[in-house]
């Protein structure tokens, strides 16, 4: 599945599947209106991958394959973010790479990450996408559910990053070995940090919209969830622990990476 439209130097690559979930087409209908409106210069990338369960990173791949920008946005289909530090990043971004020596600059744009309830949520998507409710920061206690930790989501690089182009070509796209839900963005980010740059952070909350969500039977799905034809929430954990050994050591890091860029059963969901 792709979709691109025209744009100017930005582009918002978006792993997306209507896997069922309810909300989630409404919530992307509405999402989309408001990056046409807010961010008008830049092309919007669908991406989507083969096969059950749904692979983020292959998507991910599959959508910078199909894109022009030169910074690039790697968001998910639920997630709400002012626009205004997108722009920030960006601009940011490019002033790095214009210094000599070249600054490698990237983001996880946000300090706080909320998880908006279903009343919330619709409230927001009965807004005008070109005028939006604006949430306060912190959310107020009736607007939000469950956080899993309103001040550390960052950590995991969850729902959004930001970074150039050349960072994204430098350590060859996304391991496309992830399949399922979890581990695929804290993945990159040690990628990332280790081979490209260490990442930004800006003061700002991101919100994620509600839908439903699978888990396994007692387990929390803020933390544990699964995706349609997955059945074990633990699914990445193996190789998203690599990643996390391999941090700031580029042998080791680059070796992890090797794996997926070398096999040739994978070629399909690389970036070339």
Not at 108 to 131: C, E, G, Q
Not at 169 to 181: A, H, K, S, Y
Not at 228 to 240: H, L, M, S, V, Y
Request: net charge negative; with cysteine; aromatic share 12%.
């Amino acid at each position: 599945m792709s979709d691109v439209s025209k744009g100017a130097g930005l582009s918002l690559l978006v792993p997306y599947r209507n896997d069922y979930e309810e909300g989630r087409a409404d919530n992307w209908d509405w999402l989309r209106q408001y990056w046409e409106h807010a961010l008008p210069e830049a092309e919007i990338v669908l991406g989507d991958a083969p096969g059950e369960p749904f692979s983020k990173t292959c998507a991910v791949n599959s959508a910078f394959r199909q894109s022009t920008g030169d910074v690039l946005v790697m968001i998910d289909a639920d997630c709400y973010i002012d626009a205004a530090v997108i722009r920030h990043c960006a601009a940011e971004i490019r002033k790095g790479r214009e210094r000599t020596p070249r600054e490698p600059v990237w983001f996880v744009p946000y300090k706080h990450l909320f998880r908006l309830t279903r009343v919330s949520t619709l409230y927001l998507i009965a807004s005008d996408p070109d005028n939006p409710f604006q949430f306060p920061m912190p959310p107020a206690d009736d607007e939000v559910g469950p956080t899993n930790g309103s001040g550390f989501g960052h950590w995991f690089g969850a729902l959004i990053q930001i970074f150039p182009r050349e960072a994204f070509e430098i350590v060859g796209g996304m391991d496309p070995r992830f399949r399922g839900w979890g581990g695929e963005d804290v993945a990159f980010v040690l990628l990332l940090d280790t081979l490209f740059g260490v990442h930004r952070l800006t003061s700002n909350q991101v919100l994620t919209l509600w839908h439903t969500v699978q888990a396994k039977p007692g387990t929390n799905p803020n933390l544990l969830r699964i995706w349609e034809g997955q059945t074990d929430p633990r699914k990445n954990w193996t190789i998203a622990g690599r990643y996390r050994k391999a941090l700031r050591d580029p042998a080791a890091m680059r070796a992890i990476s090797a794996e997926w860029l070398t096999d040739p059963l994978l070629a399909q969901h690389r970036i070339t």
